[in-house]
């Protein structure tokens, strides 16, 4: 936006400058100044057009221009002196422009103050004449301050400063305001030549009037040229008489500055007076006639263009006719008659929502309003509506009723809305925006008020055709909801698994189901308009009399809307009689007493019950016959029956056990188990097993084992429980006496063992005592295998009467306990022997214990003295792993010398080795010897008792 400022005023000043140097060329000597000044014209025509904001341009422009012309570089006073007088000159001719253009606008209406008669003589006589004054008083002033002109020349030289501005401001102002206005004739070939016809002959007048072949004998011609710009107003236009109005100034003044004109006085001073007064009689002709012809053109465009305005508007009477059912179409119609009729750039219908006005319809390029909403109070169409009145706001930026910020968002400077009226109530608005100020007249109001009318009536009319089509589409809709609702009924009734009729108050059929031609084998056909009693009655059940039959159905009740339950037998078409519950409705009509009648066949039902009450009946014969204590609980632990036995064995009545009742007689230690272990069950959905005891009113405790089945329902519901209670009493007696007779055996036993132990210890013991008469080394290693041999067997029971199971015993802790001690006893002086014991952890019985024990012994023993012979330490390993099928591999290895090349262990007469292979016979064993890296013994074995 600046930018574009600038460039406006430096287009202007550059203008303006070059005009001034043209009107230079025709200066009256001295220099000081000019018979015409076309700046001036140029000046003002740019205010109209700019505004005042063109001033910088137009002093700018003039400061250089007189700044030149009196320039003088003899001293930097002189320089000094030509600036000054430039720019107070400058100054003048800026404030006459600014003065002449507020002038014209202030008196004037019309955009253009030459479009109209009164316009030219305001512009002449105001903006011309007066306005000159002030540029030739301060221009003339300054020159004689500045001294480039005497005092005594100020009165000649104004008069000739102040006529020639006036001159160029009637001249060159008309041609630069006009410059845009169009013509009114089309551009045709003919105009051309009638165009270029103009201008010759208007040349060449010029010339012979003006030129060298001018004189005083030609001076009756000088009016001639008059008529060239009559011809150029009424033929063209005011562009064309203007430019025709310049070119006859630029030879009225050529030839009075060479001496041919026939406005020749006796002196240059009189010579101008008159040339000046001629181009202003002529200049005010020309503007006077154009200005009357415009006038005429614009009243008969005027005529032309309100003719057709109101065929626009009785062509938009004419559609809006046609659509008015259509609401939206016809706001839509018209918001674009309505931009189109008043030149605006948009428009807008706008309708009441409580205390908001919201945008229902926008003409194309203002789409974007559509659905924009507004408060009442604060704004133009708000008050409006209030008023009724239609309103004009000339200038959005001033007038505080409208909302500012939107309409600086939308580019709105003026606008005009007038309401719209239902029932003499205001209901919206239709409102037209202009993006100038002062852009709409009363002419558009009005237009605007016949197009408000349209639309009122267009809601009116749509208003009553929606409120018949509301009604009409209520009664439709009801209508189908009623063929509906009937459609949808007899489905209904027609599917239903019961059979339906109804009667009148005679007992004649008016309606009769599917399921009721299948119960009965009568057709609707059939059915309908027959007796009830007759048809589907046995006589047997009322006789020749109906009275009986008034009374089932209630023909003579008053009480409407009650149901009627009776179960009787009906027949069906053959004869055949079976039974049914009826479920007679009485429904009163406006015309009658109907009886709506369902009929259920419980043939079924009745044969079910049937069966059930016997099943009910073994039941309890059954659960009275049992031994066995019998209950049935709900699924929340309530009793709901027990047989004779359970009821002897809690002590309790069938009615003190219903319940919570049953609860009581749990002997109190086991009430809590009890309710724990039922809850589980009942949340888990499980049976359950239980042991508790029952304690009855006398004091007797009875042991009972109960158990307990889920009853479950069609859709997997828990619904209770069935279980038996069993009386365990005698044999939880029993379990007593024998788990005490048990423990007396374990005591007896623990003591056989201990006593064994001990027997065999004394043994070891006389063993090591007569070891100390035998000096032969070997009989003494005879007496110790013994011992060690005998401390095996002994170590088998000590470690059977230290635990708690006497059958069984861990072999790896007795392997470990064995092992400690042949190592202690086999010490070999300094020999480091060490034994690793890797074991399962199994539990073997004494049968396979001992056994595999006692080959422990052999085989440890024998590597402690046979495999290190050389050697200072060495590994023995015992080792029990899984083999297969439930067997295992004892193994003993060393990592000593090995056995001799070509021996046979099987064949050794070793007594060890042949207890080896006796012992594993004992637990059906075989052996296996690997001589590899030391000497390794594999054993594998069944046990005969494993407990892992």
């Known amino acids: ?117 009164a316009g030219v003589l305001v512009f002449a006589l105001l903006a011309g004449f007066a306005s000159c ?252 509506i209030k008023t009724g009145e239609t309103l004009i706001c000339h200038d959005t930026m001033t007038d505080e009723r409208v909302d500012r910020p939107a309409t600086v968002v939308n580019n709105v400077r003026s606008m005009v809305v007038t309401p719209l009226k239902y029932n003499e109530h205001g209901i919206g608005v239709l409102k037209v925006f202009s993006p100038e100020p ?9 237009t605007l008020q016949l197009l408000a009318g349209l639309v009122a009536s267009a809601v009116k009319h749509a208003a009553a055709f929606e409120a018949k089509q509301t009604l009409l589409a209520e009664r439709t809709t009801t209508l189908r909801a009623l063929e509906e609702s009937e459609r949808r009924v007899r489905i209904i009734l027609d599917t239903a698994y019961d059979a339906f009729i109804t009667i009148d108050h005679r007992g004649i059929i008016t309606d009769w189901n599917r399921q009721a031609e299948m119960i009965f084998g009568w057709s609707r056909g059939d059915a309908l308009g027959s007796f009830v009693g007759e048809l589907i009655f046995p006589r047997s059940l009322f006789g020749n009399d109906s009275g009986t039959l008034r009374e089932i159905l209630g023909f003579d009740s008053n009480d409407m809307g009650g149901n009627r339950r009776v179960e009787l037998d ?77 009821q002897k064995i809690a002590g309790l009545t069938l009615e003190e056990s219903l319940g919570d009742g049953w609860f009581k007689a749990i002997h109190p230690d086991d009430a809590e188990t009890v309710v724990k272990t039922w809850k589980a069950a009942a949340e888990a959905g499980e049976q359950f097993s239980l042991e508790f005891r029952f304690k009855k009113a006398s004091g007797e405790i009875r042991w009972v084992h109960s158990r307990a089945t889920i009853v479950m329902a069609a859709n997997g519901k828990i619904t209770g429980y069935v279980g038996t209670s069993e009386d365990i009493t005698e044999r939880k007696l029993n379990e007593e006496k024998i788990r005490a007779a048990l423990q007396e055996k374990e005591v007896l036993l623990k003591e056989v063992h201990h006593r064994v132990k001990n027997n065999l210890q004394v043994i070891t013991s006389m063993l090591n005592l007569q070891a100390g008469y035998i000096d032969d080394p070997q009989m003494l290693d005879l007496f110790r295998e013994c011992q060690i041999r005998i401390k095996t067997i002994a170590l088998i029971h000590e470690t059977l009467y230290q635990t ?28 480091q022997v060490k034994v690793k014991v890797e074991m399962l952890p199994v539990t073997f019985s004494v049968d396979t214990a001992v056994p595999c024990g006692l080959i422990v012994n052999e085989l440890v023993t024998n590597s402690f003295k046979h495999a290190f012979p050389n050697r200072l330490e060495g590994t023995v390993t015992v080792s029990l792993t899984d083999a297969h099928e439930g067997q295992y591999t004892l193994s003993v290895s060393d990592d000593g010398i090995g056995l001799p090349e070509g021996f046979d262990f099987q064949q050794s007469n070793s007594l060890g080795l042949v207890l080896v292979h006796a012992l594993a016979g004992q637990v059906d064993g075989t052996v296996e010897v690997v001589n590899e890296s030391g000497t390794t013994f594999n054993i594998t074995f069944s046990p005969k008792k494993q407990i892992s």
């Open 1 to 117: 936006m600046k930018d574009k400022r600038l460039y406006k005023i430096f287009l202007l000043a550059a203008a303006y400058f070059l005009v001034a140097r043209f009107a230079w060329l025709f200066t009256i000597p001295p220099g000081h100044t000019t018979p015409l000044w076309p700046a001036s014209g140029l000046a003002l025509a740019a205010v109209l057009i700019w505004g005042r904001s063109a001033w910088l341009g137009i002093f700018v422009g003039a400061f250089f221009a007189n700044t030149m012309n009196f320039f003088s570089a003899s001293s930097l006073w002189s320089m000094s002196s030509s600036v000054l007088t430039g720019g107070v000159i400058a100054s003048g001719a800026t404030l006459e422009a600014i003065c002449g253009g507020w002038i014209l606008r202030k008196l004037s209406k019309a955009n253009n103050p030459l479009n109209e008669t």
């Open 804 to 831: 708690v199971d006497l059958a069984q015993i861990n072999f790896g802790d007795y392997t470990r306990n064995l092992t400690s001690y042949i190592a202690s006893s086999m010490s070999l002086g300094k020999k």
């Open 133 to 384: 004054l002030i540029s030739a008083t301060i221009g003339v002033t300054a020159l004689c301050i500045d001294g480039v002109m005497a005092w005594d020349n100020f009165g000649t030289v104004w008069w000739t400063w102040w006529l020639g501005d006036t001159v160029g401001v009637l001249v060159a102002t008309p041609l630069f305001l006009n410059c845009k206005e169009p013509s009114w004739r089309p551009n045709t070939r003919a105009r051309l030549i009638e165009a270029v016809c103009l201008m010759v002959l208007l040349i060449v007048d010029c010339m012979f009037v003006f030129g060298q072949f001018a004189g005083p004998s030609t001076s009756f011609l000088l009016y001639t040229v008059v008529p060239f710009l009559f011809w150029a107003a009424f033929r063209f236009g005011r562009k064309e008489a203007a430019l025709v109005t310049v070119i006859i100034s630029f030879f009225v003044v050529r030839g009075t500055m060479i001496g041919t004109s026939p406005l020749l006085g006796h002196n240059v001073s009189a010579s101008f007076l008159l040339m000046d007064g001629f181009l202003i009689f002529a200049i005010l002709n020309s503007l006077i006639f154009s200005s009357l012809v415009t006038e005429r053109r614009m009243a008969e465009s005027s005529l032309t263009a309100e003719a057709a305005h109101r065929l626009d508007i009785i062509s938009t009477q004419q559609e809006i006719a046609r659509i008015q059912m259509d609401l939206q179409g016809v706001m839509m119609l018209t918001c674009e008659r309505a931009k189109q009729l008043t030149g605006a750039f948009g428009a807008v219908v706008e309708m009441c929502e409580g205390d908001e006005i919201i945008y229902k319809a926008a003409s194309k390029g203002v789409e974007k309003m559509a659905g924009w909403r507004l408060h009442m109070n604060s704004s133009l169409s708000g008050e409006c």
């Open 570 to 646: 009906l027949k069906r078409r053959k004869g055949e009689q079976f039974p049914v519950e009826l479920t007679v409705t009485p429904i009163q009509f406006a015309k009658g007493k109907l009886f709506a009648i369902f009929i259920r066949d419980i043939t079924g039902q009745k044969q079910r019950e049937a069966a059930m009450r016997q099943s009910e009946q073994r039941f309890r014969t059954l659960a009275a016959a049992s031994p066995v204590g019998i209950f049935e609980n709900d699924a929340t632990g309530a009793c709901l029956y027990t047989n004779p036995r359970w």
């Open 438 to 446: 002062n852009g709409f007249t009363h002419r558009e109001a009005q």
